[in-house]
């Protein structure tokens, strides 16, 4: 599987999002998806993860109730829509594919394909 992120740019703080992450493959859609973010000097970290079929979502607490994470398997496409952007949002943000279909994890060592990573800038 191969991904390819899409979608960061610069917004000011409130404002919102939508990455996009296209993956190549049949097999995609038998595979659970997360998106990470990996801010200066920080380790990467989990933001957020949905199932093979998209019934079920699993985010971090800092994007709670703003990030909205989905999928389309007939586009194989990966989506993460951000809302209500802070400054401290700001990172380069990753998509991942695990290997199992319905682990929800928030372990990058879990995820086993990386796409390159799309930078988002939020500015107060």
């Known amino acids: 599987v191969q991904l390819q992120a899409s979608g960061g740019g610069l917004v000011q703080a409130g404002g919102s999002l939508r990455l996009s992450c296209l993956a190549s493959g049949r097999t995609f859609r038998n595979k659970s998806m997360g998106w990470f973010r990996q801010a200066p000097g920080k380790e990467r970290e989990f933001v957020a993860a949905i199932s093979w079929s998209g019934g079920r979502q699993y985010y971090a607490d800092s994007v709670k109730g703003r990030f909205t994470i989905s999928r389309d398997n007939a586009k194989n496409t990966v989506y993460l829509q951000m809302d209500s952007l802070k400054p401290e949002d700001t990172a380069v943000y990753y998509c991942?594919?695990?290997?199992?279909?319905?682990?929800?994890?928030?372990?990058?060592?879990?995820?086993?394909?990386w796409g390159q990573g799309t930078q988002v800038t939020v500015s107060s």
């Open positions: 991942a594919a695990d290997q199992s279909p319905l682990r929800l994890s928030d372990k990058v060592d879990e995820y086993y394909y």
